[in-house]
């Protein structure tokens, strides 16, 4: 027999061997997916990309020159395809993690084995604790009951999450998804949990692959017509560089994601996927992105079939693998990358990098490691999924982000032993599923309002309405105002649910939907006791009507607070939990949906045309909430211990700003080297109850080059006993902290006077050359 054909014999009998195994263990629920199973097949042991003691660039090398150009190409698609000659099986890339393991992506599915994992808030609800240390500790919780699926086979290694877009408009469906409209705390959240699901013991290696998206300037999915996949975003550089990059920036240099996804959208009139200068340049170049990326789902397609930006599909796989783009959500590229190659407008060396920026990643997954059982982590499996630490951590997540709005005269907490009767009414008061939000997995269980709040007293419970449609046929009022009125305290769950805000639709209005205004007000009119409304969405409402009523004592918003949000808002309403949630978006008034198209995506105001601006750090116009709102059952007053006054900034010799007058200086040459200050504040607990408390530091800079009204320089929580108090120290980097963007998207510094504010205190600094 000849070589070639013992080499066929060869390839053909470890096919059959890869097929085996592929029915006896990994499609059967029982065992992960994964290559180099030398333990089974030693010949595999041969090919240098199996070679644990290699490194990374080297094993990655060694398996993409055994591959062929076709092989490539099946690499370059979300379901990456097998080759059994090299015991490779198929892998699919996606799976999502937004706040839980979730089956959403094909990668992930739940079955006896593991029929739930446990569901946290949604990220608007946990971006709300204002808490670093708890975004960081849930990564690292859904990253654990990630790995302990994969060992039964039920979840795959790489989540297409953070969702770190600026939640810029107050009606886009999918804000509940993000952190929020400031980017100082959506940087920080994609950090920390970004950090949470990947970092493992060996700095080289991942727990799991995170992802950041929708890079970028992403909020539109569906607004009358209006759609995502065929939207331009009209963005000032200005406005690129100081709101919609920062969250991105800080996934790739502080969290060190391994992967970013490119969106839907055109900026300004080229594809996010099929911009070099997005991609190449500022991804990979500028940031050093160590990791891989990839478009939204079937994006490459829409650019080409609905944008038309490309004539042919060849030029669109063409143009997107050269802008940067290393792997394809749909089957796009797949195929027509291939005629492409053939047609001359991409070489085969560019499949080569795009497919070796995956493959690397899936090395430091320990994917072509063997059998993962027996790697780090190989002891996880269903005992380590739904535990009972890890639903705490929920329960903790969703008390620590529920916002208290309002509180006359100290209605709340309610006392459950001065309690014989409560009314619980409203459309959400018994939710179960509308309280995960999207992007969702099964739940470990659900503990609804109504089960949560009947645990501490006794309950009433009347829907009024069917759903949170509420529509004027379907509202009960009888039974409802009747509970109200003979209980001792009416609690009113209402809000939204994704028929209201979701992927794919936005609002038209900040409105409560249908009826849910005149079952809040009928029923508060009629209550005996207090009336307690909770607000459950992810997106803001204009309930002005009972901020104002002397009718609603208190007021809630609990976002979707999770598999165990019942538990948590009642632990918030019986005093179980000092509140201590601060809203991480602006709550706008109905007026600003009346005048302000989604589609403007102006940051800064214009007087000339009354354009209010968007989110607290440009809106000039009135709101019903501001970001950073919140109360505690608790006073706290901040102290200034110490910061200075004045602080000079270094510039060379003979630099032009000491011969004329400047309002900002570039950050060039050693100017910020080492430049920095220390802000020290005492925080006091003034009440008699022990609390978390959110410490906001500000700065207000000078009015140059559009400057923000002020923007959030740091956040940090601190736990203080009753009358008890401590010490906060924040750490300033001048040139990061207090420089602003200038209509051209540089950062300066400007010179003059800031003004850092914490709580009630303004201290005025001085910059100075």
């Known amino acids: 027999m000849g070589e070639a054909s013992k080499s066929h014999l060869s390839?053909?009998?470890?096919?059959?061997?890869?097929?085996?195994?592929?029915?006896?263990?990994?499609?059967?629920?029982?065992g992960p997916i994964f290559a180099c199973d030398v333990a089974s097949n030693r010949s595999l042991a041969g090919f240098g990309f199996c070679n644990v003691s290699w490194g990374t660039k080297q094993r990655v090398k060694d398996l993409v020159k055994r591959l062929t150009l076709q092989e490539k190409v099946g690499f370059l698609v979300?379901?990456?395809?097998?080759?059994?000659?090299?015991?490779?099986?198929?892998?699919?890339?996606?799976?999502?993690?937004?706040?839980?393991?979730?089956?959403?992506?094909?990668?992930?599915?739940?079955?006896?084995?593991?029929?739930?994992?446990?569901?946290?808030?949604?990220?608007?609800l946990t971006a709300a604790s204002f808490n670093a240390t708890l975004f960081k500790a849930i990564g690292k919780v859904v990253s654990t009951e990630a790995r302990a699926m994969h060992n039964v086979g039920l979840a795959g290694l790489t989540y297409w999450s953070p969702n770190v877009n600026i939640f810029r408009d107050p009606r886009w469906g999918r804000g509940q998804e993000t952190p929020g409209e400031d980017p100082v705390l959506?940087?920080?959240?994609?950090?920390?949990?970004?950090?949470?699901?990947?970092?493992?013991?060996?700095?080289?290696?991942?727990?799991?692959?995170?992802?950041?998206?929708?890079?970028?300037?992403?909020?539109?999915?569906?607004?009358?017509?209006?759609?995502?996949?065929?939207?331009?975003?009209?963005?000032?550089?200005?406005?690129?560089?100081?709101?919609?990059?920062?969250?991105?920036?800080?996934?790739?240099?502080d969290g060190n994601v391994a992967s970013v996804m490119c969106s839907y959208n055109q900026v300004n009139g080229v594809p996010t996927c099929a911009d070099k200068d997005l991609l190449v340049r500022t991804v990979r170049g500028d940031w050093?992105?160590?990791?891989?990326?990839?478009?939204?789902?079937?994006?490459?397609?829409?650019?080409?079939?609905?944008?038309?930006?490309?004539?042919?599909?060849?030029?669109?796989?063409?143009?997107?693998?050269?802008?940067?783009?290393?792997?394809?959500?749909?089957?796009?590229?797949?195929?027509?990358?291939?005629?492409?190659?053939?047609g001359g407008k991409l070489r085969e060396k560019d499949v080569d990098k795009a497919i070796a920026n995956n493959f690397a990643v899936l090395m430091r997954l320990g994917f072509f490691d063997g059998d993962p059982r027996k790697l780090p982590y190989g002891d996880l499996g269903p005992k380590d999924v739904c535990t009972a630490a890890n639903q705490e951590l929920a329960r903790e997540a969703a008390r620590q982000g529920i916002v208290l709005l309002k509180n006359s005269e100290g209605s709340l907490p309610l006392d459950p032993k001065s309690i014989?009767?409560?009314?619980?009414?409203?459309?959400?008061?018994?939710?179960?599923?509308?309280?995960?939000?999207?992007?969702?997995?099964?739940?470990?269980k659900y503990t609804t309002p109504l089960q949560g709040l009947a645990a501490n007293v006794k309950t009433v419970y009347a829907p009024a309405c069917a759903n949170v449609g509420c529509a004027g046929n379907d509202l009960q009022l009888d039974s409802a105002?009747?509970?109200?009125?003979?209980?001792?305290?009416?609690?009113?769950?209402?809000?939204?649910?994704?028929?209201?805000?979701r992927e794919s639709f936005d609002r038209v209005d900040l409105l409560l939907p249908g009826q849910q205004t005149s079952l809040i007000t009928e029923v508060a009119e009629v209550a005996k006791g207090?009336?307690?409304?909770?607000?459950?969405?992810?997106?803001?409402?204009?309930?002005?009507?009972?901020?104002?009523?002397?009718?609603?004592?208190?007021?809630?918003?609990?976002?979707?607070?999770?598999?165990?949000?019942?538990?948590?808002?009642?632990?918030?309403?019986?005093?179980?939990?000092?509140?201590?949630?601060?809203?991480?978006?602006?709550?706008?008034?109905?007026?600003?949906?009346?005048?302000?198209?989604?589609?403007?995506?102006?940051?800064?105001p214009d007087p000339s045309t009354d354009y209010p601006g968007r989110t607290y750090r440009f809106y000039t116009g009135d709101a019903v909430y501001e970001f950073g709102d919140g109360l505690s059952y608790t006073d706290y007053t901040h102290q200034l211990v110490k910061a200075p006054k004045m602080v000079s900034i270094p510039l060379e010799e003979g630099h032009s700003c000491y011969s004329q007058r400047c309002n900002s200086v570039d950050l060039a040459g050693n100017a910020c080297d080492g430049l920095a200050f220390d802000v020290h504040l005492r925080v006091q607990n003034s009440g008699g109850?022990?609390?978390?408390?959110?410490?906001?530091?500000?700065?207000?800079?000078?009015?140059?080059?559009?400057?923000?009204?002020?923007?959030?320089?740091?956040?940090?929580?601190?736990?203080?006993?009753?009358?008890?108090?401590?010490?906060?120290?924040?750490?300033?980097?001048v040139c990061k902290d207090l420089s602003v963007v200038d209509e051209l998207g540089n950062r300066k510094l400007a010179l003059g006077s800031h003004v850092l504010h914490a709580g009630s205190l303004k201290h005025s600094l001085s910059l100075k050359i």
Not at 422 to 444: D, H, K, Q, R, S
Not at 483 to 500: E, F, H, M, P, Y
Not at 566 to 579: K, L, M, S, T, V
Not at 700 to 710: D, E, F, I, Q, S
Request: one cysteine or more; aromatic letters at 10%.
């Open 78 to 124: 979300n379901k990456a395809t097998a080759v059994p000659r090299l015991g490779i099986p198929s892998y699919e890339w996606w799976s999502e993690a937004l706040h839980g393991v979730s089956y959403v992506g094909p990668g992930t599915r739940f079955s006896t084995l593991a029929p739930g994992a446990t569901s946290f808030p949604q990220v608007i």
């Open 530 to 604: 207090p009336v307690i409304l909770v607000i459950m969405s992810g997106g803001p409402f204009d309930i002005s009507f009972a901020k104002t009523s002397d009718d609603i004592s208190s007021i809630l918003w609990v976002g979707y607070p999770g598999e165990a949000g019942g538990a948590a808002i009642a632990d918030i309403i019986f005093g179980h939990c000092n509140p201590g949630g601060r809203l991480p978006v602006t709550w706008y008034p109905q007026s600003f949906a009346d005048s302000v198209p989604m589609t403007d995506m102006r940051m800064r």
């Open 186 to 253: 959506a940087s920080k959240y994609a950090t920390g949990y970004v950090r949470g699901l990947q970092e493992a013991d060996d700095p080289d290696k991942l727990k799991v692959a995170a992802c950041c998206k929708h890079y970028t300037a992403y909020d539109i999915d569906n607004w009358k017509g209006i759609e995502r996949y065929t939207f331009n975003a009209k963005v000032t550089k200005q406005d690129l560089d100081d709101t919609f990059q920062p969250p991105f920036k800080s996934c790739v240099i």
């Open 689 to 733: 109850m022990a609390g978390s408390h959110t410490v906001f530091l500000f700065s207000t800079p000078p009015a140059v080059h559009n400057a923000p009204r002020k923007h959030l320089l740091g956040f940090e929580k601190v736990y203080l006993g009753p009358k008890a108090a401590g010490d906060v120290v924040f750490k300033v980097d």
């Open 288 to 342: 050093k992105l160590n990791g891989y990326i990839v478009s939204d789902c079937d994006s490459v397609n829409e650019l080409y079939s609905r944008q038309h930006y490309t004539k042919t599909p060849e030029d669109a796989a063409a143009i997107t693998i050269l802008a940067g783009l290393d792997l394809n959500c749909g089957t796009f590229l797949s195929d027509h990358t291939l005629a492409a190659v053939q």
């Open 11 to 30: 390839d053909l009998l470890l096919a059959l061997c890869f097929v085996c195994f592929l029915f006896s263990d990994g499609v059967s629920g029982q």
């Open 481 to 501: 105002k009747a509970a109200a009125a003979a209980a001792d305290a009416t609690v009113l769950v209402v809000g939204a649910d994704q028929s209201i805000e």
């Open 420 to 444: 014989s009767s409560l009314a619980v009414i409203g459309p959400n008061a018994n939710a179960t599923f509308t309280m995960i939000g999207n992007y969702e997995g099964t739940p470990c």
